[in-house]
């Protein structure tokens, strides 16, 4: 195989995986090695981005940028390490990078990269001016394009939020004969990596809605305050934006047991959830509140009354069908070849989404270390699968068993009853 050609798939394998660092390398040093060092400094600069610390990227920089710039002029005779002796006649003030050339690696390679890889750091000199009001900064309020059609199996799911949301939504005629607004709040819940967040996607999707997402973290401010400021800021911008999703990850992190609650200001900041929730602080017409866990037990129980996040969604592991479809679209853009779908599906049992799609990378990975070693590229096959399955376990085993304590034990007001269904089902009860 040409080199140009290698080249070119490896190139289509790293769009595929872009956080794939020796996958990465090994094309960077190809392209070296075919003198297109240009691309090679853009694709170890992507690495570098990713993982700033790693020294084959480095040593590989070094490389390229000995190939791409002229060389500096001849050091004096060098110091072996590179320790601060090295280091120490450089200014203090050594960023931004002076404009001309330079002799120092580090520099020259920021700017030969300036037009490529953003900065990992702002400074504080240009950082960017401030927004203030009406734009939305700490969230991102974007349109959804995955469709409910795009979720793989989950039909009772699907049907719960037809019922509680999109039919009201469709039918407007409907809701003003029954007297229902059209906001709601619904918490879905479920192991790890089953499609939680994918679905709440999907559902801003269906409604052609905008969707804004916060995790705990976007809101959480070190500042006194701050934290509700956010929040209020995020549900503002939510209200602005309606129709709109409003998706609360891990809101078990938000809106915890105030009784376990430490901390006063996570007590505040529970309260203030609450508070948006009721539109006490601005009408939530038009603003569907989802909010996903995979703790629901040690979610504050204020958060699911009438009005709040009142109907609870179970999200499971996917069944055979929708296993199907998610093996289907994470292979959708690989070089397969008789792939047994039917024999993988049954052998994915318990698998998680995120455990199929991760079944899919090991399979990928495995037929491209082939194909690297033997310098000529093959599909994915049957062999690679399996191979992966030996070593990719499902994840959801350990959430299960902690679910069958609550169901047995705690499952107060039946809010747990799809689970105890479903474990009975699954004989785990
Ligand atoms: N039913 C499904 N149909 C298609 N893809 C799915 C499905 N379920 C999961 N996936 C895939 O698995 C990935 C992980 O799912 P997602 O991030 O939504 O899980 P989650 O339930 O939110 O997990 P966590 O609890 O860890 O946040 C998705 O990006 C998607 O690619
Ligand atoms: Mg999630």
Redesign the pocket.
């Known amino acids: 195989m040409s080199s140009d050609a290698l080249i070119d798939s490896l190139s289509s394998a790293v769009d595929a995986r872009p956080d794939d660092l020796p996958l990465r390398l090994h094309l960077a040093t190809l392209l070296l090695d075919a003198g297109r060092g240009g691309e090679a400094i853009a694709q170890i600069g992507q690495a570098l981005a990713r993982e700033p610390g790693s020294d084959a990227a480095q040593a590989l920089m070094q490389r390229a940028l000995g190939a791409a710039v002229p060389p500096p002029p001849p050091a004096p005779p060098a110091v072996p390490a590179a320790g601060p002796a090295a280091t120490a006649p450089q200014p203090p003030a050594q960023r931004p990078a002076p404009a001309g050339p330079t002799d120092d690696p580090l520099a020259a390679y920021e700017q030969e990269l300036a037009d490529v890889v953003p900065p990992r750091f702002a400074r504080a000199g240009d950082e960017p001016e401030p927004v203030t009001g009406d734009d939305d900064r700490v969230y991102d309020v974007e349109t959804s394009t995955i469709r409910l059609a795009?979720?793989?199996?989950?039909s009772a799911v699907k049907e719960r939020l037809e019922l509680a949301f999109l039919g009201p939504l469709r039918n407007p005629e409907l809701r003003r004969m029954y007297g229902k607004s059209l906001r709601g709040g619904l918490m879905?819940y479920?192991?790890?990596?089953?499609?939680?967040?994918?679905?709440?996607?999907a559902v801003a999707g269906e409604m052609g809605a905008k969707f804004v997402s916060l995790s705990i973290v976007d809101v959480l401010d070190m500042w006194m305050g701050n934290s509700e400021r956010n929040l209020h800021e995020l549900f503002e911008a939510a209200r602005r934006n309606a129709p709109c999703v409003l998706f609360l990850?891990?809101v078990d992190a938000l809106g915890h047991k105030r009784s376990q609650v430490s901390s006063s200001s996570m007590r505040t900041l529970g309260n203030q959830l609450l508070a948006e929730l009721d539109g006490m602080e601005g009408s939530n017409e038009g603003v569907f509140v989802l909010a996903?866990?995979?703790t629901p037990w040690d979610v504050d129980p204020a958060l699911r009354r009438p009005g709040r996040l009142d109907r609870v969604v179970l999200?499971l592991p996917?069944d055979a069908e929708?296993r199907a479809?998610?093996l289907e679209?994470?292979l959708r853009e690989r070089p397969i070849a008789g792939i047994d779908l039917r024999k993988v599906v049954a052998a994915t049992e318990d698998f998680?989404?995120?455990d199929?799609?991760h079944l899919c990378e090991t399979a990928a990975e495995y037929a491209m270390a082939d194909s690297v070693r033997s310098g000529e590229v093959r599909m994915i096959e049957q062999r690679d699968v399996e191979r992966a399955l030996k070593e990719v376990r499902p994840s959801t085993r350990p959430w299960m068993a902690t679910a069958r304590n609550v169901a047995m034990f705690a499952n107060e007001g039946g809010v747990y009853d799809d689970l105890v269904a479903y474990l009975k089902k699954r004989k785990l009860i």
């Open positions: 795009d979720v793989g199996g989950m879905l479920g192991p790890p990596g089953c499609g939680k967040t994918f679905l709440a996607r990850d891990e996903a866990t995979n999200v996917p929708a479809a998610i679209y994470h998680s989404g995120a199929l799609a």
